[in-house]
């Protein structure tokens, strides 16, 4: 019998409990994008150094970033050294909608002052709910 992939709120996947997942993969993706958000380079195992979070976690959240769903987030993937040891490193780099006259038009701010940076790290990890999303908004606007 085949599986169904379970879709409830922004999370999804075979594996997918809502009620045992949601509180535990909503903290972890806040905690690798408000870590990434400064725009800076990092290799997975220096993502889940800073964050506890497991390699294979960090790589999803990374992934989800990227999704509409999740603020459709730029995130850039290079060699660390040489290519042949198979060493990456990723940034988050925000998106700036721009309505054009050819419609919407995605564009990239690169990044972030560090004043901004520890203004939304305390602001995100201080925050309401509310403040928290009202928050992700405005970044997703600049």
Do not use: N
């Not at 535990?24 to 220096?46: C, F, N, P, S, Y």
């Not at 790589?59 to 730029?74: C, I, N, P």
């Amino acid at each position: 019998m085949a599986q169904t992939m379970t879709t409830v709120g922004p999370f999804d996947g075979d594996d997918y409990e809502p009620d045992d997942d949601d509180g535990r993969l909503t903290k972890q993706h806040e905690r690798i994008k408000v870590l990434m958000l400064d725009g800076e380079w990092r290799t997975l195992a220096e993502i889940e150094e800073v964050t506890g979070d497991p390699g294979a976690s960090v790589s999803a959240q990374l992934r989800h970033l990227r999704k509409s769903r999740f603020g459709s987030y730029v995130v850039e993937k290079r060699a660390r050294g040489d290519r042949v040891f198979g060493l990456f490193e990723y940034r988050l780099l925000c998106p700036l909608v721009v309505d054009g006259s050819e419609g919407v038009e995605l564009q990239v701010q690169k990044r972030f002052t560090d004043d901004e940076v520890q203004l939304f790290r305390s602001l995100w990890l201080k925050g309401t709910e509310s403040e928290r999303r009202a928050l992700e908004k405005a970044i997703q606007r600049r």
